[in-house]
């Protein structure tokens, strides 16, 4: 009895030193963008609670998630998938706008290479304005690193902001381009960052984009 | 029982191993892209959203709007009377089939568009293939409007009204372009990028509303078509 118990103690240690070692993966620390800086590219909070679709949490990227019946997406190829509709607010010089966000689980996902998130899509218009497109991809492997941390050591090890902004897994660029009205043509830059809930009821989340101007042509 | 435990910390740490490089991570259920390619060069791509059955309502949202409320809009007015309104949809390639998701925000005012004219930026997110993105003046506002119904305000999509349509069964939505864009088509319509598979793609589009039944409390049901042309490099 005493020896099951040993061999069991044993797997069940080694299996949370695995996991520590795979979430440990130094590639999570350089694969991050750089922040835009504030005063060009003021965060706009948002919350993204009327969606529909996955929960986009670290289960759902694993793949374990159960489906909650009330928001699920019943097709089968939107069974990964999140969209909603969002109010970005008005503030530091812009008005408020009206955005689509549509989240896809990255096919390119990678356990070794630190990789565990969602390619994001948005479609913005501010009234009177214009529109932007945006694409990113959003890993959520440090998220993930510390909730593991945080539940094993039963400490609150939880940052207070995550961005998850990452060059996305295969080609390709996390980028903006101008769709209409005064932005048609301009191209740009987008941050987004997850406020995780202490009190494990949804996240927060904020959105920085920067555009700039098409070049002017000389004649 | 060192060893025993020592070499069973070590099978726990092999099984990890094992489990991340086999771990079947999700994958999305992909269809055949139904595309054709024009005698001129190209990729000719259609996508078909029905109304109303394709229009994706928020959750917990009420459907007791009466017959002309839409379900999955929602619609941003500035004190200027500019407004912005944003719809989801479920997107279908020809064959029919659920592939993707697709958002129309459209918007008038402004910088936008001229007066009793709106444009509009279409996305559309196909899981496993990528995005396309879409921009397009319209041949007239398309916005959703606030209005009132039984239970409080609800969000009125044009086409949604028999009133609407005074006979015509089909409506070309995309305004005509004063010169022809990729594959000779004058169409204001625009590919504007794409990721993943529609990665360095442009072209064009047009956008067509097809009635299809009007219902005897005036509402109607219908398709909205749109056709792509996307070419390498434009």
């Known amino acids: 009895m005493m020896r099951v118990l040993v061999g069991v103690l044993g797997f069940l240690f080694g299996v949370i030193a695995g996991v520590a070692l795979l979430l440990g993966n130094p590639l999570a620390y350089f694969r991050g963008l750089p922040p835009l800086p504030p005063d060009l590219a003021p965060a706009k909070s948002y919350r993204w609670d009327d969606y529909r679709g996955m929960r986009g949490g670290v289960a759902d990227l694993l793949g374990i998630a159960g489906r909650d019946a009330g928001v699920a997406l019943m097709d089968p190829a939107l069974q990964r998938v999140r969209a909603g509709i969002v109010v970005l607010p008005a503030g530091e010089g812009t008005p408020a706008a009206l955005a689509l966000k549509v989240s896809a689980i990255a096919e390119e996902n990678s356990l070794w290479r630190a990789e565990l998130g969602t390619h994001d899509y948005w479609s913005i218009t501010w009234p009177g304005e214009g529109g932007v497109f945006a694409n990113a991809y959003s890993n959520q492997w440090t998220l993930a690193r510390d909730s593991f941390f945080a539940l094993v050591l039963g400490n609150d090890s939880l940052a207070a902001a995550y961005p998850v902004t990452a060059p996305p897994p295969a080609a390709g660029v996390a980028a903006v381009t101008g769709a209409t009205g005064r932005y048609a043509g301009f191209t740009g830059e987008i941050r987004e960052t997850l406020y995780p809930a202490k009190d494990g009821r949804g996240v927060d989340w904020a959105v920085s984009i920067k555009v700039n101007p098409p070049p002017v042509a000389p004649r | ?234």
């Open chain 2, 1 to 234: 029982m060192k060893r025993l435990f020592f070499i069973t910390f070590l099978a726990g740490i092999l099984a990890v191993a094992l489990a991340a490089t086999f771990w079947p991570l999700p994958r999305h259920l992909r269809f055949h892209a139904l595309t054709t390619v024009p005698p001129d060069g190209g990729r000719q791509e259609e996508f078909v959203i029905h109304w109303p059955e394709d229009r994706i309502a928020r959750p917990d949202e009420a459907r007791d709007g009466g017959p002309l409320a839409v379900l999955g809009a929602a619609v941003l007015e500035d004190s200027a009377g500019r407004r912005v309104s944003a719809e989801l949809f479920r997107l279908r390639d020809a064959g029919d089939n659920v592939v993707g998701v697709a958002g129309r925000l459209a918007g008038t005012g402004g910088a936008i568009a001229d007066r009793g004219r709106s444009a509009t930026s279409w996305l559309l997110v196909i899981p496993g293939r990528g995005a396309l993105f879409l921009g397009q003046n319209d041949a007239f506002d398309t916005t959703v409007r606030q209005g009132t119904g039984p239970a409080g305000p609800v969000a009125l999509a044009p086409p949604q009204a028999a009133t609407f349509w005074n006979d015509r069964p089909r409506v070309r939505v995309t305004a005509m372009a004063p010169r022809p864009a990729a594959g000779g088509v004058a169409t204001s319509g625009r590919v504007l990028r794409g990721t993943s598979e529609f990665a360095g793609l442009g072209g064009s589009f047009t956008e067509t509303w097809d009635l299809q039944e009007v219902n005897a409390d005036g509402s109607t049901r219908g398709r909205i078509l749109l056709s792509t042309l996307t070419l390498a490099g434009t």
